[in-house]
């Protein structure tokens, strides 16, 4: 692991607070950059660390069980970073000065969402407005965007109406020396607060042509930049989820442990048969996740193959992994009793965070509408 048991007893140290001051998690990002896990992801040859994706899910996961908002923050860093490794992998150089400037120190944020946009990235209500040299200025308001007082790159996407054959999605990162974007103060959440996901007004920020990546129709996209987003996405997000359940059945053994019972003379929780069932359930139902997620983001670094089955298959893993999550955190609390209500109880931190993992794409609705039209087909009109 890149990630040594020291630097996560620090970035852990520090997570409580952070998550009380809703302060940014600065430290942590100095100390994850010197360890150079901000090039994970790129290439050798290209000055990183040569990580796959799979190796890097394991790092995710070990993140977030130390701090889950700053493991979900670095993840959108790794998200772009991934993609970018996905099309390089698969033949193409069009992403390939995210690899170069992430190995340059950059640090990407992910300005994708929009208020009330069920379509994510499937159509955008940013305006992208030529600059008459191959190059957009983007208009419109981002929101949750991680990483808010840090990205130095931010990668977004916005709709051209002005070309003759019809609107397209256009991808593009714009720096934040550039300007032309105002990042609201407004980040106040119930948990994830390390992440600083601020509102993100595009004000006609500038993308020069060398920075606009992908001019695509809207909709569905079998593209290699769509692809590497939702593979990278889905299983990375999962990573953290998952990492956040695996700490919290860690606390609740602990506490099981200490925890005594009057009625049982004294003895520990932990043998307490309803207690161990309990615990041994979420274990178990844990236990399957990291399998899903470890094959399929194999099956991304060996390129291969699964046609249509690709997007219902990323979706589900992200759904089966957060939902998982939820459940595990809820049974760590039950048997932990009480203690686990108070603020100062990192359960009851952790209880905030994996409530999050609701809100990313992919949602149950969108995850399941993926699999009936799989198996049933679409509906027809
Ligand atoms: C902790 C966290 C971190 C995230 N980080 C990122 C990130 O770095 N980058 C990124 O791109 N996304 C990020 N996301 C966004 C996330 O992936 C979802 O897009 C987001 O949760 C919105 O989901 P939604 O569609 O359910 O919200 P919506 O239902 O769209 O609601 C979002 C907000 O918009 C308001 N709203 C809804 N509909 C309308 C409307 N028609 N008009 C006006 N206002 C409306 C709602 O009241 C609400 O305040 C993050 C989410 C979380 C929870």
Redesign the pocket.
Known sequence: MLLAPELLDRIRDRAAGYDRENAFFTEDLQELKEAGYLTALVPKELGGLGMSLEEVTREQMALAGAAPATA?AVN?HQVWVGVAKVVHDRGETFMDQVLTEAAAGEVF?????E????LVLFGSTTEARPDGEGGYTFHGT??????SPAWTRLGTFGTDTTSPDGPKSVYAFITRDGGGFEIKDDWD?LG?RA?Q?CTTVLQGAHAPAERVVRRLDPGPNPDPLIFGIFACFELLLASVYTGIAQRAIDVAVATVGKRTSLQHDGAPYSRDPDIRWRLAHAGIALDGIYPQISTLAADVDSLADHGSMWFPRLSAVKVRATETAKDVVDAAIRVSGGGAYFNRSELSRLYRDVL?GL???SDDESAHSAWANALLGPVPD
Not at 109 to 113: A, P
Not at 115 to 118: C, H, I, V
């Open positions: 979900l959108m944020g992910f300005g994708i969402s208020r009330g946009n069920d981002k929101i949750f965007t991680s990483l959440a994830q992440s996901s999050a809100f990313h794409p």
